[in-house]
């Protein structure tokens, strides 16, 4: 039996628009009131348009009014585990701070880690 928020990433993959690549993510972020926000990639004919699983869950979070986040589930078919790319890792801790990180696949693999490992010396608005 899967965590609830691997299955909410899960089936969030399963909107995916990703006609370009043809690898679909899903994901979703829990916030301490325990809500969860669901996001996929949606690609797009420009390719630099593109945005990932991750930010539409941080964005769709935040537009909600959502601020305290505790962790993520990023879902993907592939072997290996796919983290958060570079740009989704310095959104998540910009709005989401040193947040756990679920990584699942579709073979029921699992890999927790915290955003810190992923992203060390990050920079934030701490600097500005
Ligand atoms: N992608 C995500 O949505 N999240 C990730 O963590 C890695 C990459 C998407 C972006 C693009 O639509 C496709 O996967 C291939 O890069």
């Given at each position: 039996?899967q965590d609830?928020l691997?299955q ?8 995916a628009h990703?006609p ?5 993510v ?6 301490f ?11 797009n004919?420009?390719y630099g348009?593109t ?9 769709k ?6 601020r305290q986040?505790r962790?993520?589930a ?10 958060p790319?570079g740009?989704c890792?310095?959104i ?6 040193n947040l756990?990180i679920?990584?699942?696949?579709l073979?029921?693999?699992q ?14 608005a701490?600097?500005?």
């Open positions: 039996m609830h691997a909410a990433a899960l089936a969030a993959r399963e909107n990703a370009f690549s043809g690898f679909r899903g994901a979703a972020l829990e916030d009131s325990g809500r969860v926000y669901a996001g996929c990639n949606i690609e004919a420009t348009l945005i990932c699983a991750e930010r539409v869950a941080v964005f979070a935040m537009s909600e009014g959502a986040f962790r993520i990023v879902a993907a078919d592939h072997a290996t585990l796919t983290p790319c740009a890792r310095q998540l801790w910009e709005f989401c701070g756990e679920l990584l699942v696949n073979q029921g693999h890999e927790t880690m915290r955003l810190q490992d992923l992203l060390p010396r990050p920079f934030d701490s600097f500005l």
